[in-house]
């Protein structure tokens, strides 16, 4: 693609109303704008990140036998007073009417929904097991939105639910799934700590929390430094060898938990067993905040230049930085180089507007594609060109066949 036409309004100030690093790069790099205070849109660069994630996301889930649906964003409120959790978020939960009358609320999150839809559908165990995701919008009264797409009224999440007839395979499944986050948080690039954690309105005997390591973060993870184990901060010792441990400032990005009946039983969502018998269903969740991923990959990946996204899920792969646009034979090259790029099946970007080389520099580092290939005169004279790696700053003068081979084995 081509800069001019790809909307990139990146910024030399770092906005005042950021309130955290990722924040700040995020508006700086064109990813995001705010409309109102937690409430954001995503930019064609911001939106690429996210359909990334969003798709590192659906094959992981896909390949534990998960299938996706989409969920409705409104929902009565009659569902969410038969379990009681109306009175449990309280204010953050956005709540309205509509013309004829009905209360309605904008969902914060889907058990109420989605179990309401299994308990018309599933009536049998031969049903059993199955597991359903989305990637949803989901919307929250937060009394103080803050550090940009972290904590936002309006967020996309990706949250799954399983289904059993017995707690022998809510134990597998959420081992399945326990897993592919594993897998999901280390192809964004992520490093993360895996806490046992309260279950909290969401209800069960069990659950765990990823939380990704950031200066910024609000929740606190101790961190044994001598068995590497990571717990909930309730005590400076360890609970596995009772060394003292370090406490680690957090990200929530994703959290599971074991629900058991707590859904089924209060919405009547049961199955009939191989003798007739009808029993509740054994449920599981399992959610990952999407949008905020973006943020505590950009928390734990930058530099001074700004960030430096994994190649997995980075906006585009390559960026081509012609020097002088206005040089026919330095254009003619660069467009050469895109569009064998192009062929070669490799996302690429061609920084094609009229400014000088310092700027183009600046905001290649600045958005944080992985690797620049840059063509100038000299390269042209020399019938090479300047291969650049963004995260070790390293240069390399390479023909163009080269800088092909090399970009096919970095990227």
Request: one cysteine or more; proline letters at 4%.
């Amino acid at each position: 693609m081509f800069w001019t036409k790809v909307f990139i309004p990146t910024l030399k100030e770092t906005p005042k109303e950021a309130d955290s690093l990722s924040h700040q790069l995020l508006l700086r790099a064109g990813f995001v704008r705010m409309l109102m205070a937690g409430a954001y849109t995503y930019l064609p660069l911001g939106l690429r990140v996210l359909e990334k994630i969003q798709a590192i996301i659906r094959q992981e889930m896909n390949a534990c036998g998960a299938s996706e649906l989409l969920l409705p964003a409104l929902h009565p409120l009659d569902l969410w007073q038969k379990t009681g959790r109306d009175k449990d978020l309280g204010e953050v939960m956005l709540r309205l009417k509509d013309r004829r009358g009905r209360n309605l609320v904008l969902g914060p999150t889907h058990e109420e929904i989605i179990t309401d839809l299994v308990k018309n559908n599933i009536s049998s165990y031969r049903q059993l097991p199955l597991i359903l995701y989305q990637i949803q919008t989901k919307f929250r009264d937060e009394i103080r939105p803050r550090f940009g797409l972290i904590r936002a009224c309006e967020f996309i999440m990706k949250d799954a639910y399983s289904f059993d007839k017995d707690e022998a395979g809510l134990d597998k499944n959420y081992s399945l799934i326990f897993e592919a986050y594993k897998k999901i948080f280390l192809r964004c690039g992520l490093k993360t700590l895996i806490t046992e954690a309260d279950s909290g309105i969401m209800g069960g005997k069990v659950s765990h929390e990823f939380m990704a390591p950031a200066a910024l973060g609000e929740d606190v993870v101790c961190v044994c430094p001598e068995c590497l184990q990571a717990s909930a901060a309730g005590s400076d010792l360890c609970p596995k060898c009772n060394s003292k441990a370090d406490k680690v400032n957090t990200i929530e990005v994703g959290h599971i938990f074991k629900l058991g009946l707590k859904y089924s039983q209060a919405l009547g969502a049961n199955f009939s067993d191989i003798k007739g018998n009808l029993s509740p269903i054994v449920m599981g969740c399992y959610g990952i905040g999407v949008s905020r991923l973006i943020s505590a990959v950009i928390e734990q990946n930058n530099d001074k230049d700004g960030i430096i996204f994994p190649k997995e899920i980075a906006p585009f792969e390559v960026i081509v930085l012609p020097l002088d646009v206005t040089n026919n034979e330095i254009m003619k090259e660069a467009l050469d180089m895109y569009n064998q790029l192009n062929a070669e099946g490799f996302s690429t970007l061609i920084d094609d507007r009229d400014e000088r080389a310092g700027v183009k520099f600046k905001d290649a580092d600045l958005i944080g594609v992985p690797l620049s290939i840059v063509i100038g005169k000299k390269n042209i004279e020399e019938k090479k060109v300047e291969l650049r790696v963004r995260k070790t700053k390293e240069t390399f003068i390479l023909s163009k066949g080269e800088a092909l081979k090399s970009v096919v084995d970095l990227v």
